[in-house]
């Protein structure tokens, strides 16, 4: 039987000093933070993660969200998922993040959720989850049996030979579009990682997900200042209509003046190895009148390299409708 050790440190120093011990922040660290738990701690019970020590962060002052000096707003790493969905300057001004967050799982499992888990959520790929299976994301070089077995959940964006497991997170998807900001701190001192560049692609190495090293405490979020008269949706496509992950979703945030799109942000779910922001999508819509024939085009951009794999053909075209489909619903 797996044992560890369960650490309470004092402050993020002490917290970050113990975590830089560890060999890796990725795939099979032996120190490992812990907010909700409702990742690790499932992944823990199932020995695809074992770390030795665990440090709970909970008590440490994080759980805050603020106003920032610019207008945005800051968003601690423990501050749960339904406390964040249901504040009012997210609901108010960042009304994708607040959808987003209110499609993701389960009340109970948001009430335990936090910012910081939700960003480093697993992928729920069913063989990265069984001990039994080989899996180049869990065991680097064993293989990746997805990709001539059951994949229909994965992803179509962003894959490669080695991994195409689905970044599984809808909030993830609201941050792309929000452009948020990951604030770290870590063994070599404090840095600032946009949301775009925080998740890496699987490439050769899918054991490694994020830039985060040993030691790195995620501290907060931030988002910039809201844009005046954006509309914003978050839809997601899914098997049931609650307690299930994306089949496809996207965040959209557009302004629109005279009938044409002025500004656009666009980021997809459930379809790419990382939440997939679309400057493709994006180039397509601005300075085009708003309707279903542009909208069109703008879906077709976005998905234009996606690979399908044996049964995962269907999330293309489904993607594409559900983009089209929040734009709609954003000028409505
Ligand atoms: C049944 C079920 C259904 C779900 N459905 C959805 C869904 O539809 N959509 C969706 O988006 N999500 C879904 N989820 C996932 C859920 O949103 C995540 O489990 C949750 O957001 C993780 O947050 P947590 O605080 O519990 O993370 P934890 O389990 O505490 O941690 C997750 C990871 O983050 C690391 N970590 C935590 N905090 C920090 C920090 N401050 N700095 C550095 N590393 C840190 C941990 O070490 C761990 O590796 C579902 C989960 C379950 C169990
Ligand atoms: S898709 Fe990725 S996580 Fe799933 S089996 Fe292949 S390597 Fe493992």
Known sequence: ??????????????????????????????????????TLLD??????????RVIDINRLPLDK???????????????????????????????????????????????????????LQRTRCMYFCDTAMPCNKREPGTGCPAITGANRMLAVLGTSEHCI??????????????????YVEGAKGARAIPIGEFHLLPGTTPNRETVLEPGDLVTHVTLPPPVAGSKQVYLKLRDRASYEFALASAAVVI????????????????VGTKPWRSPEAEAALVGQPTGSANFRKAAEAALRYAKP?????FKIELAKRCLMHALEMAIA
């Open 309 to 313: 794999q044996s049964e995962n053909g």
């Open 255 to 270: 302004t629109v003046a005279g009938g044409k799109v002025t500004r656009a942000r666009v980021a997809l779910g459930g």
């Open 165 to 182: 497991a689905t970044n599984p997170s809808d909030m993830c998807v609201a941050l792309a579009a929000l452009e948020a900001t990951i």
């Open 65 to 119: 969200i603020e106003a920032t000096p610019d207008g945005g707003l800051k968003i601690g790493a423990t501050v749960r998922n339904s406390d964040l969905a249901h504040h009012p300057t997210v609901q108010g001004d960042y009304a994708v993040l607040s959808q987003a967050l209110l499609a993701g799982a389960s009340a109970q499992l948001r009430n335990m959720a936090t910012t910081a888990g939700n960003l």
């Open 1 to 38: 039987m797996h044992t560890f050790q369960f650490i309470r440190p004092e402050d993020s120093t002490a917290a970050v000093a113990t975590a830089a011990q560890a060999k890796t922040a990725q795939q099979g660290a032996d120190v490992r933070f812990i907010g909700g738990g409702t």
């Open 43 to 52: 992944l823990m019970k199932l020995n695809v993660e074992t770390p030795a």
